[in-house]
């Protein structure tokens, strides 16, 4: 009997960098479009079959080979969220609801959420046979690539290295050296993973810690998603880019309640809001700009029965800020207080980062000069 291992290339890497990026979870959809923090399978796998020139209807023809893959992500660079406003069909003969069993005509309207300068490694296994078209196809596509939606192309070849050899999906997220986006940035301490958990004779059930992620794409034409297991872990960076083992565990966030809807067209909402600016004199409590509008540190009573001290005053950079960290950290119910003196820091720097991604001047800048014309 044969007991010698196959060797051959088993792993392909890809570097997935650009101004933009957005990987739909399957909550994602009508008005609102979220994005997840990382490159979903689904997103994945609709990105290698754009290379292929596989169209949706022909999906099903490929799926088994596709969900066979085992996929890894490191994340270098997690990026910034970042809302957009869109509209769809302006100037078309569009019929929208108005409330129900009414209509009208108008564009569509929807709130769409971007990972501004992300970069990710994302790592797949599989045969040696299917590792090597799909290298194959990553280099010379035969369709355009992008990065979750259409309005988001690479900034980067997708393909990094040359297909190798790997034990596991951990030895694959260590094989390739974490490079910095630009010179003058610091090298994290500590760079987060998410990888597809795969039973063993050691391990047949998946751990407690171990999140359910719905992106396994059964069809594309209409969309269809079954879950799979997701593991965090994190690795270290060495000096010179190197990647080790991390001294300590990965601590996954404790989930909060989900934060429900409230309606803030009410007048009991309107009177606190406005009663809280005058509290605040209209100045924003962490800037002392002119305040704008106001922020919850509590969603347990949004709606009309928020208390005054359920409410800040805020100018909209400070509240964007806010909000942008909360959203970064999987906040539920209970929400940031912009007075938390804990809270400072992390504000100060997010405020500075919307501005410099404001600032059309300071991305020029921050281009490479080949880039520039």
């Known amino acids: ?71 890894a992500v490191r994340m270098d660079s997690p990026g910034i969220r970042w809302w957009d406003y869109h509209t769809v069909g302006a100037g078309m003969q569009m019929q929208i609801a108005e409330r129900i069993g009414k209509t009208k005509d108008g564009p569509l309207l929807s709130r769409r959420e971007y990972l501004c300068d992300a ?48 034990s596991d999906l951990l030895s694959a997220l260590k094989a390739i050296p974490y490079q910095k986006r630009y010179a003058k940035d610091d090298s994290p301490e500590f760079l987060d993973c998410l990888l597809d958990w795969q039973p063993t004779a050691d391990q047949p059930e998946a751990p407690e810690d171990a999140e359910v992620w719905y992106d396994v794409p059964v069809s594309f034409d209409p969309p269809g998603y079954e879950p799979r297991f997701v593991i965090r872990k994190n690795l270290s960076v060495g000096k010179d880019g190197d990647i080790k083992p991390a001294d300590k565990p990965f601590l996954v ?18 009177k606190a809001r406005q009663k809280r600016l005058d509290h605040d004199q209209h100045l924003c409590v962490f800037c002392k700009s002119p305040a704008t509008t106001v922020q919850h ?63 059309l001047e300071t991305r020029r800048r921050r281009l490479q000069s080949e880039e520039v014309e």
């Open 1 to 71: 009997m044969d007991n010698t291992i196959d060797s051959r290339p088993n792993t392909l890497f890809l570097r997935l960098e650009g101004p933009l990026q957005a990987w739909g979870q399957h909550e994602s959809k009508f008005a609102i479009r979220r994005t997840a923090e990382a490159p979903t399978k689904s997103g994945i796998v609709g990105l290698l079959c754009a290379a292929m020139g596989i169209r949706r209807n022909d999906f099903p023809n490929h799926q088994q080979k596709f969900n066979s893959l085992a996929m």
């Open 119 to 166: 970069q990710f490694l994302v790592v797949l296994q599989g045969t040696f046979d299917f590792i090597a078209e799909l290298a194959a196809a990553i280099r010379k596509p035969q369709w355009s690539l992008y990065l979750g939606r259409k309005c988001c192309p690479p900034s980067l070849p997708i393909w990094i290295a040359e297909s190798n050899y790997c």
């Open 253 to 270: 966030p404790m989930p909060s309640p989900l934060r429900t809807r409230a309606n803030y067209q009410n007048t009991e909402f309107r």
């Open 297 to 359: 540190i509590t969603y347990q009573r949004a709606g009309g029965n928020e208390t005054q001290e359920d409410l800040r005053s805020m100018c909209r950079l400070c509240h964007d800020a806010v909000t942008m960290i909360e959203y970064g950290v999987g906040m539920g119910m209970d929400r940031i207080n912009p007075e938390d003196p804990q809270w400072r820091e992390k504000i100060l720097q997010k405020r500075q980062e919307i501005l410099a991604f404001r600032s």
